[in-house]
């Protein structure tokens, strides 16, 4: 069974993301997520969920209980998604408005989970 460390590391370097992309989208320092694929920490349960999100895997993957991930995205399309995510609301607004697509409301939170 694999250990979390080495499957946060393999998941970075497969999709080519640096210490501090990641850490900028959960959230934390680079030395934080550095510290994770040493093996030396093990983040908090809310740090684990957006790793989980920004490499569309179930926690099952991400901390070794499972072997297989539910990836449903390929790895351009999660490029995409988290480029969006990362998104000022006015770049936001300007794709949705070049795709067709209309954004729910901003300040809500019927924001739908994928």
């Given at each position: 069974m694999r250990n979390f460390s080495d499957i946060l590391r393999t998941l970075r370097t497969d999709r080519g993301m640096t210490l501090d992309e990641v850490a900028s989208f959960v959230g934390v320092t680079k030395a934080a997520i550095s510290n994770y694929e040493k093996?030396?920490?093990?983040?908090?349960?809310?740090?684990?969920?957006?790793?989980?999100?920004?490499?569309?895997?179930?926690?099952?993957?991400?901390?070794?209980?499972?072997?297989?991930?539910?990836?449903?995205?390929?790895?351009?399309?999660?490029?995409?998604?988290?480029?969006?995510?990362?998104?000022?609301e006015d770049t936001k607004t300007t794709i949705a408005r070049a795709l067709g697509v209309k954004r729910e409301s901003v300040a809500g939170s019927d924001a739908k989970a994928i």
């Open positions: 093996g030396v920490r093990y983040p908090k349960p809310e740090t684990l969920e957006a790793l989980a999100d920004l490499f569309n895997v179930d926690l099952g993957y991400l901390t070794g209980r499972e072997s297989r991930t539910s990836r449903s995205l390929t790895d351009e399309e999660l490029r995409i998604l988290n480029a969006y995510r990362a998104a000022s």
